[in-house]
């Protein structure tokens, strides 16, 4: 039972370090929203077939729902 808590914690934390990522990229303007969006969804169709791919893909797809709300920083 240990393990598979720190495999769900490992699995959260992994989460929210791609979430925090992605933002962080956008919001410097390194990558487009369309960009990163790109890469969620080549992300969640990759992940999508594995027998716990589902849950991903649903995390995933909310983080590509938020990101298309955070704007870039104006560049000077």
């Known amino acids: ?24 990229l956008v919001k410097k303007g390194i990558l487009s929203t369309a960009e ?8 969640i169709e990759v992940i999508k077939p594995e027998a716990t791919g589902d ?10 729902e938020r990101l298309s709300s955070v704007q870039p920083a104006a560049r000077k």
């Open 1 to 24: 039972m240990p393990n598979d808590v720190h495999v769900t914690a490992s699995a959260i934390a992994a989460f929210e370090a791609t979430q925090v990522a992605f933002v962080a």
């Open 36 to 43: 990163a969006e790109a890469m969620l969804r080549n992300a």
């Open 55 to 64: 849950q991903a893909a649903e995390l995933l797809a909310g983080l590509l």
